[in-house]
């Protein structure tokens, strides 16, 4: 069984900087597909981000502003997230998984482990 674990998240005002962590644990084995995703207030949940061999994915609304960063080495990924807006207010999600298909990376059920989620709130 494999855990994921969350750190980072926080109030902070538009336009700065803030940075979510991801650390998996348990049978760890194998190549992770990971990914971040976020669910706005009201809203579904949706896609941020996604690391695929070697590959990055960003969804349109965080491209150019969120970096995702993953270290293999220690089952880590990282969320950095540059000129937050209002609208980025959310849950933040990790999730990962072994085994997904390029055309699912941008889909929240083709995931098998999550972490517990942190709470991302972006006001002046």
């Known amino acids: 069984q494999v855990q994921l674990a969350q750190s980072g998240g926080g109030l902070v005002q538009p336009g700065t900087f803030l940075s979510l962590s991801c650390v998996a644990s348990g049978n760890t084995a194998g190549r992770f597909t990971w990914a971040w995703f976020r669910q706005p207030p009201g809203k579904e949940r949706e896609f941020v981000a996604a690391a695929r061999s070697g590959h990055m994915y960003y969804s349109d609304s965080v491209k150019g502003r969120f970096s995702m960063i993953r270290n293999d080495a220690k089952d880590t990924v990282h969320l950095e997230m540059n000129n937050l807006k209002p609208e980025d207010t959310a849950v933040y999600y990790c999730?990962?998984?072994?085994?997904?298909?390029?055309?699912?990376?941008?889909?929240?059920?083709?995931?098998?482990?999550w972490g517990q989620g942190t709470q991302v709130s972006v006001s002046s």
């Open positions: 999730a990962a998984s072994s085994t997904i298909i390029l055309s699912s990376i941008r889909n929240g059920n083709a995931y098998r482990y």
